[in-house]
């Protein structure tokens, strides 16, 4: 390292500590404001970007041109693309964040004690959360706006390929905060796209940072989870099976399986194992597969299955346990419940698993003896989402074990505190 | 590093990783236990434990010798042994474990979806922890207990002064799992006192260890927090602060005061810190400084309350801020609330913080405002205890953000998982 690189080495450490110390500050009085405040300062942060939808579009061409010019695939750069309708959208998005209740304050227990002392559980905010994620720009406004529903600072560090559209999007939020009197150092962005920033993010700030998530591709969730010296919410991939039972209806299944597989194929909760009992497997394989050919599935199934599966390519052992994110679903025939529970629990990430059946003994021990972050009987894979259980927004689905798990929402992002109120007792 | 060594090193990664595999198989049986399997277990661990007392206590005079022979000093030494009564404490400890309402399969939160969704939000065990702890041999019956209370595997990492004493405790814990054919490898000790396998522990078992639960002096937990790349539940020390506000009724910040300092100078919970308004130290300090003195303790005042403080030394700066563990607190005049809250923030360490007033907006801002993992109005700090808290025992007071906050026992060591019944839904 030559004398310069050190130096600037030096400085953005300098700059990232600012960043940690500023959020701090932030997030000691955002945790203490008001919750009509909050509110008003989200709906302003909605109407800012409405206002500023043509310079959003603007900064967002360029990153797309740019996009285009570094040869990024069409589906990375449709996940980047923002027009009139995915601004608005993203400003929907942070007004409904703004009617969702705010968790701050809210009790969750209360008891009291035979000396006479009351005890309140009380939610507070997690404090200040760094959010490190991949190519959607929305992500901007959505994660900003949990972060300050939830009364928490946030440090956002989008990736390079949106670095205009994010800058464009952060100015819309910061606008609405000054506005608000809210502190503008409660939503900050990294000022730089040096990876080094990253590094420092999660190995050296861990006076600032309260919690990291990350939001993206398996790399980044690697990493984080290799290098962070402070906790980190994170989720790993959906590797979600849907097991279809000798007790299933055979249109249900059919409706299920091709609903959870095909209805988006890029997200977590897309179906991407099929497990069927050996003794339902001609009867109801035949029409499961014909449905998902015809939707344009490619589907790669076991010696077992694949007589029963018309249309199919033989799976290679590596389809099993893999995230496809794609229109292709691995099928294997099981002897029974626990044979599709033992094959779930070896290949399964955590995420989310769905039984179908009529069998409601077999359903039982599958949601009780499964232990994925969500487990579903009789519905599809797909619903594994913090909009459709009626969280609202959510930053992702944690598949960790340790303070969130399954969608997390504003609810999520916070902590809590005991209170005690007592007339004078002390301790025997 | 010679090659002999290297091999010891490879030798013990790979009984680090045997270790966890065998835990990890364990917790997947030990979480489908049926809570009543569960109670019996622990029960008759209290009783193998009671059986067992002599040569627990026979193993703990070698234990003592030898922590005698190498220098170690008499509060160590009186950390570490055991006695008749202090087994019989262990076994009643154990007992009570074993009368604590399951956490597991409880239904946390419940509700339906327009779409006929039902959801439930389910009590999962966390799956294996990891306890690194020193001195003290009632942590191995405790931790344990409170871990197969919760479905958890566990692997307990002891101090070397006290391996014969854990040794003789696990041997029974083991005995009453097998008696109830429960997998004996849910309780496993470190086999060996070898440091390096706190780095394994810490660094490479991450497929195997859910979260670690450090629990022990300052050095252990800093360490914990730099190496560990599983999650972490620790506690920080317990700078306490009492503060009393000019509002406060004189003998009552009297009883609470000597008690929240001197009723046991040990434990986290005990005060360290005294503030007081400068409208009331001339009347309500005097008699304050004039119990602790006569209670043996060393009282360092600051210069404004040392006129006030018949029989202490002048504080030095370095008093705020401090954990005694000790006979001894510092004393400090605040010009009011707002400077009071402000001090803490800065000198404290978001354990537990008390106010004595008869001020109830006082009291309110400082219980609201203050963001410590407990807080409370005209009660002695030390109650910041989860059997005081009614919760039964607890393996540590969190200062952590992350998942559990304040006293950890059997319900904060679980985690949760969703569970979605259907009819056959889609996601349109």
């Known amino acids: 390292m030559s004398t310069a690189e050190r130096e600037v080495g030096q400085s953005l450490a300098i700059e990232m500590r600012e960043l940690g110390r500023a959020a701090r500050a932030a997030a000691d009085v955002l945790g203490r404001v008001p919750t009509e405040k909050k509110k008003a300062a989200l709906r302003e942060a909605a109407a800012m970007l409405r206002n500023g939808r043509d310079e959003i579009i603007a900064a ?5 041109a740019e996009a285009e010019r570094r040869g990024l695939g069409a589906a990375m750069i449709d996940r980047l693309a ?6 608005e959208a993203m400003a929907a998005g942070v007004d409904a964040i703004a009617e969702l209740p705010d968790p701050v ?13 009351t005890i309140q559980r009380v939610k507070v905010p997690l404090g200040v959360i760094g959010i490190i994620y991949e190519s959607r720009p929305n992500v901007t406004a959505d994660a900003a706006a949990l972060c300050l529903a939830s009364g928490n600072a ?7 390929e949106a670095a205009r559209s994010n800058a464009a999007i952060h100015a819309c939020l910061v606008r609405a905060l000054a506005a608000h009197g809210l502190p503008e150092k409660a939503v900050q962005r990294v000022p730089t796209q040096d990876r080094e920033a990253v590094g420092i993010l999660l190995r050296d700030m861990t006076e600032y940072l309260d919690v990291i998530v990350p939001r993206g591709g398996k790399s980044l969730i690697a990493r984080v989870q290799q290098d962070a010296r402070v906790p980190v919410i994170g989720h790993l991939e959906g590797i979600c099976h849907t097991y279809v039972h000798r007790g299933a209806d055979v249109d249900m ?6 609903n959870a597989k095909m209805r988006r194929t890029g997200i977590c909760g897309a179906t991407e194992q099929l497990l ?3 003794e339902c497997v001609a009867s109801h394989l035949p029409p499961i ?15 077992e299955a694949l007589p029963h599966a018309e249309g199919a390519a033989p799976a290679s052992a590596e389809d099993f346990g893999k995230e496809f994110l794609d229109a292709v679903i691995a099928v294997k025939v099981v002897a029974d419940l626990d044979d599709a529970l033992e094959h779930i629990r070896r290949y399964g990430s955590g995420h989310t698993e769905a039984i179908v059946t009529d069998d409601s003994t077999a359903a039982d021990r599958f949601l009780r003896e499964l232990d994925s972050a969500i487990v579903l009987h009789n519905a599809s894979t797909q619903f594994a989402d913090g909009g459709e259980f009626g969280m609202g927004a959510e930053i992702g689905i944690a598949t960790g074990r340790i303070h969130a798990r399954g969608p997390v929402g504003a ?6 505190k005991y209170v005690v109120r007592g007339s004078g007792q002390t301790r025997p």
Chains 1, 2 share one sequence.
């Open 105 to 117: 304050g809210r009790v969750i227990a209360e008891w009291d004690r035979p000396n006479g002392l």
């Open 253 to 258: 299944a059919r409706r299920i399986v091709l």
């Open 82 to 87: 923002l027009d009139e309708k995915r601004v």
């Open 154 to 160: 946030v440090i956002l560090r989008g990736g390079s």
């Open 411 to 416: 609810e999520e992002l916070t902590s809590y």
């Open 60 to 64: 967002n061409r360029k990153d797309c």
């Open 276 to 278: 069927i009992d050996r």
């Open 289 to 303: 597969v014909s449905d998902l050919v015809a939707a344009g599935c490619e589907v790669r199934a076991d010696a």
